[in-house]
């Protein structure tokens, strides 16, 4: 099971971008589901946004058309890039690689980061 390290979050204005990076210490090219999953203060962890083996992306109905999910399995990275930033996004942000479906939603089943802030101010 492949560790992985999140970065490049930080603190910006309603509006603005970021772009999350997560670090495999492994290939990823055998994983089919990699994913994003946000934590906000008081909440239970959500899923954000979905990558498989080939390239299909899904993502959750409060951030279709503002985010973007990409991977690269030759550099072992899975980035987000995350517009039109909204206070509602503040979040600590997490990746995971392995995701099932478990009948509601999905989940991550494979290990967690450390998570990188996202602060969006109004």
């Known amino acids: 099971q492949v560790q992985l390290v999140e970065s490049g979050g930080g603190l910006v204005q309603e509006g603005g971008s970021l772009r999350l990076s997560c670090a495999a210490s492994g290939s990823i090219l055998s994983i089919d589901l990699m994913g994003w999953y946000r934590q906000a203060p008081g909440k239970t962890r959500e899923f954000v946004a979905y990558?498989?083996?080939?390239?299909?992306?899904a993502y959750a109905v409060s951030v279709k058309d503002r985010f973007t999910i990409s991977r690269d399995n030759v550099k072992n990275m899975m980035y987000l890039q995350m517009d039109s930033l909204k206070p509602e996004d503040t979040a600590v942000y997490y990746c995971n690689a392995d995701l099932r479906w478990n009948g509601r939603g999905w989940s991550g089943f494979g290990s967690w980061g450390q998570g990188t802030q996202v602060t969006v101010s109004s």
């Open positions: 990558i498989g083996r080939g390239g299909t992306t």
